[in-house]
């Protein structure tokens, strides 16, 4: 119990993927300003990023590592994301409460690195499922709440009194920067 205990709060506190694994890649730039949207993207995460780990590692463990399939993994691990993820934004569509409004909505949770990068390091990390799942659900919680907090920020940010010149994008950077250096601060907390 201790060890899912310590799974559970390293994946929150200190993997922060989007901040430090996943360099390249930036959730928020494309929904400053649209709390709705951070909303819908981060339930959309909570749902698709548990999903896509659990089933990736599964075909990992049971299909291509016997098979000595290895390295169609990652090619593997795409295909099962592209098919869950259209599969979430019609989950959210029926359910009605938080409906994507960007046209590109299904694209960018497609092209989530998040979504990938969990799944390869449940695949690289975890014995088992519940491991796995606990892993990339608070992953997927911990990205949530970074969206949710950015996109809070930004919006009272709007309202401020910011010079023209800091305005809009580097406003977001130097936010997503201060973020950065904030989530840090809890690197080193749990030795794995």
Do not use: C
């Amino acid at each position: 119990m201790s060890a899912l205990l310590l799974i559970l709060l390293s994946a929150v506190l200190v993997n922060v993927t989007a901040l430090t694994h996943l360099p390249s890649w930036r959730p928020f730039e494309t929904i400053t300003g649209v709390f709705k949207t951070a909303q819908a993207l981060a339930v959309a995460s909570l749902l698709a990023v548990p999903t896509v780990a659990a089933v990736t590692w599964s075909i990992s463990k049971l299909l291509l590592e016997p098979a000595s399939l290895a390295y169609l993994r990652t090619l593997a691990f795409v295909v099962v994301a592209l098919t869950i993820v259209p599969l979430v934004e019609i989950v959210l569509r029926r359910d009605g409460r938080l409906l994507p409004q960007r046209p590109g909505f299904t694209l960018l949770l497609t092209t989530n690195s998040a979504l990938l990068g969990v799944a390869l390091m449940v695949n690289s990390r975890m014995q088992n499922i519940f491991e796995a799942v606990a892993f990339s659900f608070a992953a997927a919680l911990a990205l949530g709440f970074l969206l949710l907090a950015f996109a809070a920020l930004h919006e009272r940010l709007q309202h401020a009194d910011v010079p023209r010149v800091f305005r809009d994008a580097p406003l977001a950077l130097v936010s997503a920067g201060i973020m950065a250096l904030a989530f840090m601060g809890f690197t080193g907390l749990i030795q794995e």
